[in-house]
């Protein structure tokens, strides 16, 4: 398989992500800049997880929502819209392509979160299909703001309005044990079953809400329901802004 | 079950109207059809309507009324089957800019369905044909404009499509480019493809199309073949006069037999009826007027001069 020229749109990102090699070096050194520092020090291992977890959803969502609302201002993704193609396979391709680079340059930085920490291997795994189901519903919120503004400064915006309830909800940094309505709401936030799982690696795996079988399952389900929403919104989205 | 591509027109459209609320300029009630393998032409002033019936037919938005066939296929109904038989190119065609230029032209083609080697086949030809073989590899942030319009030609025409919908095609391309063009719509068309494009390129839209229709003001005014307008001014000539230094020209309309007088940036263009000693009294006119005249020409009418006649307006926006 060839990605380049690509034929395909998420071909084309894939070759963009890999083509500029500065800006290649840059993305995978900045979550490792973020995450290793707090990975060798001793700070307590909640918050450590969440710092993990933080930079998972800040990656998703600002990527996919920026790199779209760009494209729509330009132009070109409306010009694409109008070849034969299905919107929502455009739209599809873009959430998968942006998780998969998203988590290629995360992956490193976990990977030595795994060395620094050992962990049971089902925890390593959990933890792993933890971040990408949160990078995937990040990506998901991203291209969902974008079906609202094309300023990227105002996706920065409401993507912050909308992470902040869900970064509390799932119990980053407060509100770790919830109860009653609140502990009902952070089941469906995939974030939670993440930092959970991120917690398990730290050391933390009496702690965790979550025991790895959900894991690998709900966050899965919801990242699902969720990439089906807003791949709906494909028509929507890539139809001209006047 | 009948053939619908040999029986179809290429394009039919009825009745399309689109307003847009903030500006209330659109198309209103406009109808006409366009047969394979003929070239067709709209003319009109910025605003006018030509961009946003293009912006109907390549389906990108839809109008508040009407229909439209490309090949039989609705345009409304079925967009994807109707977008896989046209080529598009819009009037400021955007690439990615840190693909190649081939790149960007392999990822449409593909993105039309076309086979691997077929397009690779197709674009080497087109880029070649179009002078752009040797940029091919180079980003397409780099391409001056004039190179951004061609990729979007060679983006519109690789994969084969039954309708061209083109919008400003040539503006921006250098003169060789622009017979290269030519030529090439007129190729397609003598294999079958129809071609709609919007230009107010006057002498291109007489050269190259087979019929013309004028919009002004989101309606569709006029309708024939660029010969029969033209002839239809018959009698009619048009003086332009470039001038040094700007004028008083109201006196100029009382000359007998003159109709029009308007500048078209340092010209001043003089529509009037073709009499003799009709040139004189109108240099006449100029100079008792204080101008300055360091060039002159009298020409036959053009495609430019029967809208004026049509409408009152001029035809293009000229910087003054």
Known sequence: MRLNPPDAYWKKDATLFFSKRFALLIK??????????????????????????????????????????????????????????????????????????????????????????????????????????????????????????????????????????????????????????????????????????LKAVFGLAGEAGAVPFEVFVYP???????AFGVCLTGPRLLSPRF | MADTRKTSPALEVRNVARRYKSSGRGVEGLSLTVEPGEVFGLMGPNGSGKSTLLR?????????????????????????KARAKMGLMVDRPTHYGDLTGRANAYLFARSYGMEEGKAEGVLEELFDYFGLAEYGDDRAKTYSYGMGKKLALIEAMAHGPELLLLDEPSLGLDYTSQLAYQKKIRELAAAGVAVLVASNQVDEVEAMCDRVAFLHRGRLIALGTPESFVSSLEGTRRIVATLRNPVEYGALEGVPGVERVATEGRDLVVHCAQRPGIVADVVAGLIDAGGDITDLAVRRPSLEDVYVKLTGEALRDYEA
Request: net charge negative; glycine share 6%.
């Open chain 1, 28 to 197: 995978m050194i900045y979550p490792m800049a973020l995450i290793v520092p707090v990975a060798v020090s001793d700070i307590p291992a909640q918050y450590a997880a969440a710092v993990v977890g933080i930079v998972a959803v800040m990656a998703g969502t600002f990527g996919a929502g920026e790199s779209l609302t760009a494209d729509l201002n330009d132009g070109i993704l409306v010009r694409i819209a109008l070849t034969p193609l299905s919107p929502r396979r455009i739209v599809f391709e873009i959430l998968a392509i942006n998780a998969v680079l998203d988590f290629i340059q995360l992956l490193p930085a976990l990977l030595l979160v795994y060395v620094l920490h050992p962990a049971p291997l089902v925890w390593v795994l959990a933890a792993t299909f933890g971040v990408f189901a949160t990078l995937v519903t990040a990506n998901c919120i991203g291209i969902f703001i974008a079906n609202f503004t094309s300023s990227p400064a105002d996706v920065l915006l409401y993507a912050t309005a909308i992470l902040a309830p869900l970064i509390y909800v799932s119990g980053f940094f407060r509100n770790q044990n919830p109860t009653g309505i609140s502990a009902t709401l952070r089941d469906f936030v995939p974030f939670a079953y993440m930092n959970d799982a």
């Open chain 1, 220 to 226: 899965g389900i919801i990242a699902a329901v969720l």
């Open chain 2, 56 to 80: 109907v037919l390549s389906t990108a938005i839809a109008p508040e009324s009407g229909t439209f066939r490309i090949g039989g296929v609705d345009g409304l109904k079925e967009r994807r």
